[in-house]
């Protein structure tokens, strides 16, 4: 086990400008950093593993003690694997505190040496996630500085150019005289 090494797991479906702040401020931290990625099948992601590594890769290349690499099963199999000590995870509001501290301490119970260590996000990121980020994108609003522009092309090339038009709430139907 090192305590220098922490891994920062998440979905990254897709990846934020709130998720590389973080990594910003762990890489700053940590003499390693391990963005783990889920393989996770269940929750039916939009992007496939494989382009949320490719993102992550391209956006992360830049800090020399950041790695990214996809992971399965029990994150703290994943850490004892990987002879970590330390998950890394953001907080943004309160209400992020109930599910994350159930998390905390559920891996602390199966391996009583990791430890959680919770960072906070720029203020003007803290309203910022993924399932947002996809609602927003779909329904035609606009996700610019809230995530990389490589994120918002692959958006755009998923999900293709929504029509604001369609369907505006206030749009009078004309009724047949
Ligand atoms: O970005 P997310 O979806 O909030 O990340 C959740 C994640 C990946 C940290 C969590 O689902 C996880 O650790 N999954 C791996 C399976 C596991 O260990 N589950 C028990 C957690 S106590």
Request: aromatic share 8%; proline share 6%; net charge positive.
């Amino acid at each position: 086990m090192d305590h220098r090494v922490a891994i920062y797991p998440g979905s990254f479906d897709p990846l934020t400008n709130g998720h590389l702040d973080l990594i910003e401020r762990g890489s700053s931290i940590f003499e390693h950093l391990l963005v783990g990625v889920l393989r996770n099948p269940e929750k039916d992601p939009l992007f496939s593993l494989s382009e949320r590594c490719e993102m992550l890769v391209e956006m992360t290349s830049r800090y020399k003690n950041v790695s990214v690499e996809a992971f399965d099963g029990l994150l703290a199999d994943y850490a004892r694997h990987k002879k970590a000590r330390v998950i890394l995870r953001g907080i943004r509001a309160i209400s992020d505190y109930e599910y994350e501290l159930q998390m905390a301490l559920m891996n602390r119970k199966l391996d009583p040496k990791l430890e959680t260590v919770f960072m906070m996000p720029a203020e003007k990121y803290s309203y910022l996630s993924s399932r947002l980020i996809k609602e927003i994108f779909r329904l035609g609003g606009s996700v610019r500085g809230l995530v990389p522009k490589i994120v918002e092309q692959r958006l755009h090339e998923k999900v293709g150019q929504p029509n604001p038009q369609i369907a505006q709430p206030n749009s009078r139907v004309r009724k047949k005289k």
